[in-house]
């Protein structure tokens, strides 16, 4: 990183010099590490200009709408890699080899069954909970089961405890699905592959196994790429400032599970499906433009905008494209809710509001449509995010605990009392 400066000039005082850092490609940084000896503190509520970290796992080009992890753009690994393929890139930083790839399958294939005691957790969460708070309290349970794992600062643990993870999220978000049914859950199959064995143990029962269709295997595998990483967002910097604290993988994936289910985030995508329920129908379009421009109005066009995305977000186009292949395969013409998605899109996108805030569909905008073809219930929706995300938490996870790091600690700027004395004689 060239050692380029910055003046920091604060009115009657020195000017402050802080190092510019600069990166592989993306906006220079600038390190403010040295400004607590000037007695202040940067202040950035929503980390809207603030790089939290040093990362090589995924980049964003948000004004090209570029995401690459490892290097790859995310339209090639979607067409051309399969989802464990991904997670050994952004575990490990290459591409496996041959045989590094059949290793890498075996392991996670051999680590997809959860204890049996598991199963009792969910006996204390009613039939009706929401599939993501089960998966909070259940992925957090997990730190009990794997007492022989939890030591941080050990490789081989945190090695064992990204597989586990890798492995069982399939696994605890269909016993999840089973529980909210009153089916019984079914267990991992390993003649199947990562994608096949979650349908599977989604909707085939003890008494009939089914043959789990290519087409929406294949799609699922693919929306298990797009959702995998994302650099700094709210979740991966939840489960990057629970590790800062020691606390074991699971407690912090859990922690990312909690900070993903928000609506403005990995929830978005159960909201714009209920969104579009609530719209009905093309004539009432214009009516909700008009709701989400409303600044009195707390709705917000569901699956639309970005924090770093000012462009379309490159998922939301290969999203659209899986959208109209599985639905094409599925022989579902005309899906109502497609046609209301796609026209909703295209006025939003002629719209000034929309275009003067580069407001474009992200990755949640679509996906549910296909979730919903697939057969996953909306309320599963953000679990399957979840799922496909956790490489992405526990790759960032092992990046920061493989080299120098300190616990997350920010300031504030306090606009509170002056120190004031108790009243005397209280009664
Ligand atoms: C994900 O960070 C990531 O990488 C996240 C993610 C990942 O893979 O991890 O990509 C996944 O979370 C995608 C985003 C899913 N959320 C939604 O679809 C919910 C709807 N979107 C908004 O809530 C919003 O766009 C955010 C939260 C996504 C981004 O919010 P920002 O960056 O804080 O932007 P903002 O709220 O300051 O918006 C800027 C302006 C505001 O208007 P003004 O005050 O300038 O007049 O745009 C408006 C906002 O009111 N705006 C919207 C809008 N999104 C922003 N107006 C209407 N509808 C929207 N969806």
Redesign the pocket.
């Known amino acids: 990183m060239a050692d380029k400066k910055a003046q920091l000039i604060i009115e009657g005082n020195a000017p402050v010099e802080l190092p510019v850092l600069t990166g592989t490609v993306g906006p220079d940084v600038i390190d403010v590490r040295s400004l607590t000896a000037t007695g202040r503190f940067t202040f950035d509520p929503?980390f809207?200009s603030t790089a939290s970290c040093e990362s090589k796992i995924t980049y964003?080009d948000g004004d090209k709408g570029i995401l690459l992890h490892r290097g790859y753009p995310i339209e090639q690994l979607a067409e051309q890699s399969d989802y464990l393929e991904t997670c050994y890139l952004l575990l490990n930083g290459e591409l496996p080899s041959k045989e590094e790839k059949a290793q890498f399958v075996s392991t996670i294939k051999n680590h997809t069954m959860v204890h049996e005691q598991l199963k009792t957790f969910f006996n204390g969460f009613r039939r009706d909970a929401h599939p993501m708070a089960i998966m909070c309290g259940v992925v957090g349970a997990l730190s009990a089961f794997y007492h022989d794992s939890l030591d941080i600062n050990n490789p081989q643990h945190r090695e064992v405890s990204a597989m586990r993870l890798v492995a069982k999220m399939p696994t605890i978000a269909a016993m999840t699905y089973k529980y909210s049914m009153g089916q019984p859950m079914m267990y991992p199959r390993n003649d199947l592959n990562y994608a096949e064995n979650f349908l599977h143990m989604m909707f085939n029962t003890p008494c009939e196994i089914k043959p789990i269709s290519p087409v929406l295997a294949k799609a699922m595998d693919k929306i298990f790429i797009l959702?995998a990483d994302?650099?700094q967002?709210?979740?991966?910097s939840t489960v990057r400032l629970a590790g800062s604290s020691g606390a074991n993988p699971f407690a912090c994936i859990a922690a990312g599970i909690a900070a993903l289910w928000g609506?403005?985030?990995?929830g978005?995508n159960e909201?714009?499906l209920a969104m579009l329920d609530e719209i009905g129908d093309v004539s009432n379009i214009d009516k909700f433009i008009a709701k989400?421009?409303d600044?009195n109005d707390p709705f917000?066009?569901?699956?639309?905008?970005?924090?770093?995305y000012k462009n379309r977000?490159p998922?939301a186009t290969v999203m659209k494209q899986t959208c109209d292949e599985v639905l094409g395969e599925l022989g579902i013409t005309n899906d109502p809710q497609l046609e209301l998605a796609m026209r909703l899109e295209e006025i939003a996108l002629t719209d000034p509001?929309?275009k003067e805030?580069n407001?474009y569909p992200?990755?949640?905008?679509y996906s549910g449509i296909i979730l919903k073809a697939i057969g996953i219930p909306t309320s599963m929706f953000t679990v399957i995010f979840a799922l496909a995300?956790t490489v992405g938490w526990i790759s960032h996870w092992k990046e920061m605990l493989s080299g120098p790091y300190k616990i997350g600690r920010p300031r504030q700027l306090y606009t509170g009392y002056e120190q004031r004395d108790l009243p005397a004689n209280r009664d």
């Not at 917000?300 to 770093?308: A, D, E, I, N």
């Open positions: 929503g809207m964003i959702h994302h650099e967002n709210a979740s991966t609506p403005a985030h990995g978005a909201a714009v989400a421009k600044k917000k066009l569901m699956g639309f905008g970005h924090r770093v977000d998922r509001y929309f805030r407001l992200n990755v949640d905008f995300r």
